[in-house]
Nanobody
């Protein structure tokens, strides 16, 4: 059974930083395309960043230069380092794994105050 558990969200002031974690079980993160998405109230879920099994990363233009996705193979965990946070980054952040099917975590809330 595949499980993705996000953590690390919280309330932070604009300009601050947070690091989100996605602990995976039932899959091997290093062999799976993993991604972060976010969804703000009243808006569609949007892509933030992904890391392929090859290690290649892609980051959306809206967060490029501020957010970094990475992976710790030993911990089977994917991270999203978020720097220079803006109020518009406020959203529920979800971890996603593409392994045959698409799997989602329960999300972790990030709130950035101005």
């Amino acid at each position: 059974q595949v499980q993705l558990v996000e953590s690390g969200g919280g309330l932070v002031q604009a300009g601050g930083s947070l690091r989100l974690s996605c602990a995976a079980s039932g899959i091997i993160a290093s062999r799976t395309n993993m991604a972060w998405y976010r969804q703000a109230p009243g808006k569609a879920r949007e892509f933030v960043a992904n890391i392929r099994s090859t290690g290649t990363t892609v980051t959306s233009d809206s967060v490029k230069g501020r957010f970094t996705i990475s992976r710790d193979n030993a911990k089977n965990t994917v991270y999203l380092q978020m720097n220079s946070l803006k109020p518009e980054d406020t959203a529920n952040y979800y971890c996603n794994a593409q392994f045959g099917n698409s799997y989602w975590g329960q999300g972790t809330q990030v709130t950035v105050s101005s």
